[in-house]
């Protein structure tokens, strides 16, 4: 291989990328959205300044994305706390753990999203649609949610999926410094709302070490939401640095 030819490598290995050099369109992207009151000082010692909490909601989430160009079908599952930076409002990405490798190496790579390998599920039993995370062998999430009881209306849908997105962004060097630490905002434009519901819900969370979701306890449940988009993501910018 010609040292001309290096850049057009997307990631390695040079024979075969982790992942494709697309952006995946997203078709029936599917979110599960349990939001529910925590205690705001645990909130608040995981989110980097300059981003300010603003309440003590968080909102645990599962995705099932069965038909991405690039990366085939996968699930992910996560938490998300509302925040706001100079003034807007928006949401930063505490945890995704995702099920496709392909996703948790661009996601990290080329974006700055905050993934990491978990076992994901979401089903339908019978009159209710369950959402689980597992890590490794171990159940460390569990959500119920009445399958498709009240319609929400579309402008509501499209402000859930279209909120900023706020992560932070590290990387070290060889020596293990760190080479850059950036905070990043992106956001969803392109959409297409298909459906969308508001349903009851529980959420049960189980103490783990590396999964860390029920450091978040469940103190009451606020909403229950169910939304099906066609979408492709945004390109995350640096708006705050770190290093200098």
Known sequence: MKEEDIKNIIAT???ASVFPQVNPFYRNREYVNVV???DVEVLKAVVP???KVTSNLIKFEIINMPDSTGL???MEAGQVIPVEYKGEKGEFYLSMYVD?????????????FPKKAGQPNLY????????TLDYGSIRVAQT???????SMENKEAESIISQPQFMLKQMRDYDGQLVKSELTRSQITNFEVKEAYRSPVR???????MAPLADFPVRKIIDGQHVIADLTLGKPAMIHNYLY
Do not use: C, W
């Not at 496709?100 to 700055?112: D, M």
């Open 100 to 112: 496709n490798q392909g996703a948790i190496a661009s996601g990290r790579e080329i974006a700055s």
């Open 72 to 74: 085939g079908s996968y």
């Open 203 to 209: 959420l049960q969370l189980f103490e783990h070490v």
């Open 144 to 150: 119920t949610m009445g399958y498709k009881h009240f």
């Open 124 to 131: 339908v039993d019978n009159d209710v649609i369950v959402g």
């Open 49 to 51: 300044e300059p981003l």
């Open 13 to 15: 290995p040079v024979n």
């Open 36 to 38: 529910y009151e925590t």
